[in-house]
């Protein structure tokens, strides 16, 4: 996502180019115990406020989705983009 991307331009201070190519080397999401590396880490912890808006975003359309579809479940999210190559997104 360019918004990972834009984050990690601002924080530091690379080009654009260049935040793109460390994004896919370095950023991935932590799930449960699992170690990332000192670089993982720190690139999750750059965009870690992002990534928990769009986990606030998700919870809000789901809560809106069964509200207004009472008896429907979510059964599968299609991720699109180039985020949807970041490993662990989908967790």
């Known amino acids: ?9 601002e924080t530091m201070g690379m ?11 370095y950023l991935k999401f932590k799930v449960e115990d699992e170690e990332l590396s000192a670089e ?3 690139s999750f912890t750059l965009v870690k406020e992002l990534a928990d808006k769009l986990v606030t975003e998700l919870r809000r359309s789901f809560i809106f989705y069964k509200t207004r579809y009472k008896g429907s479940n979510v ?3 299609l991720i699109t983009g180039g985020g949807s190559m970041i ?3 989908d967790k």
Not at 1 to 9: D, G, M, P
Not at 15 to 25: G, I, L, N, P, V
Request: proline share 3%.
């Open 15 to 25: 080009t654009f180019s260049d935040a793109e190519e460390y994004k896919k080397k």
């Open 75 to 77: 059964d599968k999210i």
């Open 87 to 89: 490993p662990n997104l």
């Open 1 to 9: 996502s360019a918004l990972f991307t834009n984050k990690i331009v």
């Open 40 to 42: 993982e880490a720190k």
